[in-house]
T-cell receptor, first 116, second 111 residues
Framework: AQKVTQAQTEISVVEKEDVTLDCVYE???????LFWYKQPPSGELVFLIR??????QNEISGRYSWNFQKSTSSFNFTITASQVVDSAVYFC?????????????FGTGTLLAVQP | DAGITQSPRHKVTETGTPVTLRCHQT?????MYWYRQDPGHGLRLIHY???????DKGEVSDGYSVSRSKTEDFLLTLESATSSQTSVYFC??????????FGQGTRLTVV
């Protein structure tokens, strides 16, 4: 079975606070990719990061960082010093990369509200 | 810009009528996906395609069919629209780098 769980439905923080968005996944495949996407109020879906199952190195990009832990099947996303422009819905996604089909599924999303 | 276009962008239709949404890509990618987005449910996979005439069901395929007769177009059809199919529909293409890029979405209202 393939599943992505984002248990946090909504998070509200004040600007400059750090915030972590949780993502837990389930898969039986050994080769897979994990993603984070951002959906701002304008509605488009913006790709943020990709991680493959063989690379557990954490990644930092500016104020964004990602922590991938296979032992706990988690791929968490941290925003440091949050800003109002970070307000959006954030989706975690899983791609099983094997065979011909390559199904890509998403979690239910976390709505992040950053208050000024 | 991943060269993906959805049409129409907005549509209002009556219950029981057939509706077809089109996803067009200009970059010859193999994988294409249709999702619906509803409050509290995130993005749910309806159908996807891994090549011309190669399609498979997703999590919420009941009431929907798809066709892909050429690489660039992936059509989603609601055979007989119901109010429960009121939603925002997103098409995505997946590049060789494995990340997916999305169209702008189609807002469908079934009255």
């Amino acid at each position: 079975a393939q599943k992505v769980t984002q248990a946090q439905t909504e998070i509200s923080v004040v600007e400059k606070e750090d915030v972590t968005l949780d993502c837990v996944y389930e898969t039986r495949d050994t080769t897979y990719y994990l993603f984070w996407y951002k959906q701002p109020p304008s509605g488009e879906l913006v790709f943020l990061i990709r991680r493959n199952s063989f690379d557990e190195q954490n990644e930092i990009s500016g104020r964004y960082s990602w922590n991938f832990q296979k032992s706990t099947s988690s791929f968490n996303f941290t925003i440091t010093a949050s800003q109002v422009v970070d307000s959006a819905v954030y989706f975690c996604a899983l791609l099983n990369y094997g065979g011909a089909t390559n199904k890509l599924i998403f979690g239910t999303g976390t709505l992040l509200a950053v208050q000024p | 810009d991943a060269g993906i276009t959805q049409s129409p962008r907005h549509k209002v239709t009556e219950t029981g009528t057939p509706v077809t949404l089109r996803c067009h890509q200009t970059e010859n990618h193999r994988y294409m996906y249709w999702y619906r987005q509803d409050p509290g449910h995130g993005l749910r996979l309806i159908h996807y395609s891994y090549g011309v005439k190669d399609t498979d069901k997703g999590e919420v395929s009941d009431g929907y069919s798809v066709s892909r007769s050429k690489t660039e177009d992936f059509l989603l059809t609601l055979e007989s629209a119901t109010s429960s199919q009121t939603s925002v529909y997103f098409c995505a293409i997946r590049t060789g780098g494995t990340e997916a890029f999305f169209g702008q979405g189609t807002r469908l209202t079934v009255v």
